[in-house]
């Protein structure tokens, strides 16, 4: 005879960001479920935990700030992100000499720079106010999702804590417990992909100021107001590498030095010294700012990419979060990718709870999923050999930004990805935009293979000057004025615009006459981006 049982709608298996998120989610859509999160770890929390996914973009920001209602909370305690920031070039000891891809201001939307210890001790006291039951410490023994009664309730899931086993009985079971892959695991699910990269990850104990590695009040002007470089997600790259430099409002900074198989052979990083030895010489300046301080967690992580062959099923199971897939963490997508799936599976549960047929919906979401991970993963396939080659990158940045805001990001913002009336007659349009990003990227793949890092010039390509990119961000921003497949149609001429602008400037002899169509759409973006150097 079992002790100790106890029976829920829903069976959480991890208490990060993921399962949290989804629980405070399924919670506010459906106040009389009976929700269990089981996490490793104890809350509170550290306020810096040891934890990847600190930056967030435009679709996790706008998921923590409108579907989890955190704005107050990022507002008040974690920092305001000034976008995406990349320094290119020979290392130089004045970093007005090094090409800088960023923007001179924030565009309309806010992102931040999260303390992941901090926003998950919130959401878990949220919940708990909610009526979910959150048990840490606790270790997972066994997980079973087999129907042996014919019950609903055919999900166990037995953990044991300080005061003992006990054995938990559901409707549901959401896998969201991180790279151990519980589900994953047990019911055959994992698989490889081919982009094979490998990182390298601390924290440090300092306050590392990027606004400090250059005195001259012409390369601080550029940014306005003047020094909130250090609050970018600033990137140092070179050919098959690149740096983050992540500020958190705890004083902490996060580190990482991110590589293709290539690069990191060189590189033989295995430890703490030898980082700092690889940065001495390739990123001195990034070194010296960290100096002597202490270094809080140390991580090598090989071959981090990876697929999973279901996150949805109608047998009421489903995987979110870094338990399903991982792309690449250029760009900062883990939240996004944690809206997407916790959207998807609140929708799920919610469907069944009403006595709905679940089975068309549970493919329908997995193969929109599986589209966007596949789009996303594109972006980095073969391209880090690129990374420090100043034209394919801001040109990679301009089509991915536009890609992401005239596309994926509208879909997310008008909630339009679980609503089947309003996505199923915008197939076509998608499969378009699908095509051309593969064929795009294809484009800076074959840029890529030549490994380029071009001679320094000191160019600022400020990206809040490009047209296109301001009209993307403005349409998010505002109340739609069009319906869903007329909005999408009109950004989807403005990207195609953007795919020719592309194609013209990566070819060999590109014609540095710009039409005037193009300086609508670019302004003089392409000439700051080839210059003498292209």
């Given at each position: ?188 699910l994992a698989a490889k992909n081919e982009h094979k990269s490998n990182a390298i990850w601390f924290r440090v104990d300092r306050k ?327």
């Amino acid at each position: 005879m079992i002790q100790n049982l106890s029976y829920w709608d829903v069976i959480i298996a991890g208490g990060g960001l993921a399962g949290l998120g989804l629980a405070k989610q399924l919670k506010q859509a459906n106040p009389e479920l009976a929700i269990v999160v089981v996490e490793k770890q104890g809350f509170p929390r550290p306020r810096a935990i040891a934890k990847v996914g600190e930056s967030t973009v435009e679709i996790g920001s706008h998921y923590l700030s409108h579907h989890l209602g955190l704005m107050q909370h990022l507002k008040a305690n974690h920092l305001k992100k000034f976008g995406i920031r990349i320094f290119f070039g020979a290392p130089a000891d004045d970093f007005a000499q090094q090409d800088e891809l960023g923007a001179s201001q924030t565009f309309g939307i806010p992102t931040y720079q999260i303390d992941r210890g901090d926003i998950e001790n919130h959401i878990a006291d949220e919940v708990r106010e909610l009526g979910v039951s959150l048990i840490d410490n606790a270790d997972i023994l066994q997980l079973d999702i087999k129907a042996e009664t014919g019950s609903a309730q055919d999900k166990q899931l037995v953990i044991r804590t300080a005061g003992g086993e006990q054995t938990l009985i559901g409707n549901w079971m959401v896998d969201t417990a991180g790279r151990a892959g519980l589900l994953k695991n047990h019911l055959n699910l994992a698989a490889k992909n081919e982009h094979k990269s490998n990182a390298i990850w601390f924290r440090v104990d300092r306050k590392i100021t990027l606004d400090d590695w250059c005195a001259s009040p012409e390369w601080h002007a550029r940014c306005m107001p003047e020094g909130r470089r250090w609050l970018s997600t600033n990137h140092l790259v070179g050919p098959g590498y690149w740096v983050w430099i992540i500020p958190l409002a705890s004083g902490v900074t996060s580190i990482g030095i991110v590589m293709d198989n290539i690069a990191f052979d060189a590189a033989a990083i295995s430890d703490q010294t030898s980082a700092m030895t690889w940065l001495a010489q390739h990123q001195p300046r990034c070194a010296a700012a960290i100096g002597d301080a202490r270094f809080l967690d140390f991580v090598v992580l090989q071959d981090y990419s990876y697929d999973c062959k279901q996150l949805f099923s109608d047998q009421r199971w489903a995987v979110a979060g870094e338990a399903g897939v991982f792309a690449d963490p250029f760009y900062s997508p883990g939240s996004d990718f944690i809206a997407f799936a916790n959207g998807f599976i609140c929708s799920l549960i919610t469907a069944e709870r009403r006595g709905q047929d679940i089975r068309v919906q549970a493919v329908v979401y997995e193969r929109l999923l599986r589209s966007i991970y596949q789009n996303t993963l594109s972006l980095y396939t073969g391209q880090y050999g690129g990374f420090g080659d100043r034209v394919m990158m801001g040109l990679k940045l301009l089509w991915d930004y536009s890609y992401y805001w005239g596309v994926l990001s509208l879909l997310y913002f008008r909630s339009a990805l679980c609503d089947f009336e309003r996505i199923r007659p915008l197939a076509g349009e998608l499969h378009k935009a699908q095509q051309l990003n593969q064929s795009i990227q294809a484009l800076f793949r074959q840029r890529a293979e030549r490994r380029l890092q071009l001679p320094n010039r000191g160019v600022f390509m400020d990206q809040y000057q490009i047209p296109c990119l301001q009209f993307f961000n403005k349409v998010l921003m505002e109340d739609p004025k069009l319906p869903l497949a007329d909005e999408l149609a009109r950004n989807m001429a403005q990207v195609e615009q953007v795919a020719e602008a592309v194609r013209d400037m990566l070819g060999e002899m590109p014609s540095l006459d710009i039409s005037a169509a193009e300086r609508e759409l670019l302004g003089d973006y392409r000439l700051k981006i080839l210059g003498n150097g292209g």
